[in-house]
């Protein structure tokens, strides 16, 4: 047997020659490997393709030859990009012997993005995004109007479909810019060509915030989704912090702003404190934002923690014998963002959103210092009140450290007294383990009973936990509700949080499906969210999804999720004999059986992943539903409230 194996494989090396060797011409490689370019043909790569084009606008804004950018969803889900900027290039590439417009959308690396002077710094994929994008599109068409001309080109996937030519002579001299419409083709695109208008629209409010004084708007012309909205902010990221803290209670107005260069390296930081207990920090380098921090976020970092305590000592708010603040305190209540331009940012991390440079974390440093300083120096009234605010953050950080050192031990089981007694699963593996949260004792006990006990683990809690968005460390770490949570998932917390070490890889939520179930549930989200966040980055988080209703007729038995999904099956049932109609007010209404067979079995079961890819939202929602201002919580309720029955 052994020989015959060794035979085989000693065949397929022989005839493994040059013949196999695949040469992929032109932009046929990004057709066979989509993900590479743009990561995914799921829907973010799909939205990934607006922004490599109007990336290559906002490069023209950053080289200072654009102010404006409009966006357009086309009836036919189709989009089109313009600018203002100076147009593409239209005459031969010397190398290609082709226009330099056909060039940049036919061929790889091919673009002003390489030091030949076009552009000092720029976002997107460096000289492939254009091509990528014609690549992976059924028609793309380009418009370029400079010299008085409007130049016209056509692409049929990749291909030329219509070589460059002047579509209008006699222009204005002072006209100038670039149009591209493109529709996604299909073929690549398989699971939606659909675009999003909300996911459009955030991003293109981030891009105005980020490039302060540039104007872009989004238009959607679906009959379905009609939209228009026009971003254009002269405080540039002042104006992001504004945004972000407006539904929270802030401690001065208005933002702090510090903009400067150093080596080639433009930084601009914008911060504000709010009487919050968690902060919001958001780093940007060339308009990317790197989700992973960097050396950007390390010397913001590091620099406020240094001028805080450094204007502390020297002002003598702080005794001699205390020690100093840590970065965490200082960095309690703030919002910040910070936004770097670099002339050659090298990224990493898992997903290329972390930046490497050792010299952006210098240029960091040394400009929000100085100018913070200088800030903190001639403003003494809000400089006490940040000091005041990292000074209560640290003793509230003191009388935590007690609650803090349960929370590090390695296993639920080490905790005798956790509310509701933990009911953990015997196996150890965290990849196949699963933690329920179950609301009340009754449904607790039902699910205990009815659960698999080798993967499944059941952690009853009582009633409604504490909303942490209001609360300080030390009074969420005295909670035993939710001690024992940060104990049974093995993690830590905040700042100390490591998702390694996780011992279930399913988080899952199971409240009733009523106004009360919502409500645990928004605070088990809003808990997890601002100190269990790995979590949701690493996909662990999960909601249940119980059903409403039970029919029985004759032998027939069906669980329903809606009253339109009852109405729908009443309709189709024969009227004898009369169907038995249950309806769940609660989870404790299920035995364990009925629990197992609906929400537990996972053949059976729905789950909802929760994710928080879209952070700022995120945050704003919380805080507006979870935080201190009635206001914007009562208009959010009137506009998408929605009614239901009780029983009453």
Known sequence: MADKEHETKAEQAREYDASQIQVLEGLEAVRKRPGMYIGSTSAQGLHHLVWEIVDNGIDEALAGFADSIHVTVEKDNSITVSDNGRGI????????????????????????????????????LHGVGASVVNALSTHLEVQVIRGGKRYGITFKRGHVDKPMYVMEEGLDQDRHGTIVHFLPDPDIFRETTTFDIKTLTTRVRELAFLNKGLRITIRDERPETPTEDDFHYEGGIRHYVDYLNENKTTLFEPPIYVEGEENGITVEVALQYTDDYHNNLLTFTNNIHTYEGGTHEEGFKRALTRVVNDYARQNKLMKDN?????????????????????????????????????????????????????????????????????????????????????????????ISNLPGKLADNTSKDPAISELFIVEGDSAGGSAKQGRSRLTQAILPIRGKILNVEKASMDRILANEEIRSMFTAMGTGFGSDFDVSKANYHKLIIMTDADVDGAHIRTLLLTLIYRYMRPLLDAGYVYIACPPLYRVRQGKMQRYLDSDDELKELLGQLPPAPKPQIQRYKGLGEMDAEQLWDTTMKPENRRLLRVDAQDAINADQVFSMLMGDKVAPRREFIEDNATFAELDV
């Open 89 to 124: 290039p239209v005459d031969t590439q010397q190398k290609t012997g082709k226009p330099a417009l056909e060039t940049v959308y036919t061929i790889l690396h091919a673009g002003g993005k390489f030091g030949g002077g076009g552009y000092k710094v720029s976002g997107g």
């Open 322 to 414: 205390e020690p100093n603040l840590t970065g965490d305190d200082v960095r309690e209540g703030m919002t910040a963002v910070v936004s770097v331009k670099h002339p050659d940012p090298q990224f990493e991390g898992q997903t290329k959103t972390k930046l490497g440079n050792s010299d952006a974390r210098t240029a960091v440093d040394h400009t929000f210092a100085d100018h913070f300083m200088r800030y903190l120096m001639e403003h003494p009234d809000i400089a006490r009140k940040v000091v005041d605010k990292g000074t209560l953050a640290s003793k509230a950080r003191v009388a935590a450290k007690r609650a803090r050192e349960v929370t590090r031990k390695k296993s639920g089981l080490e």
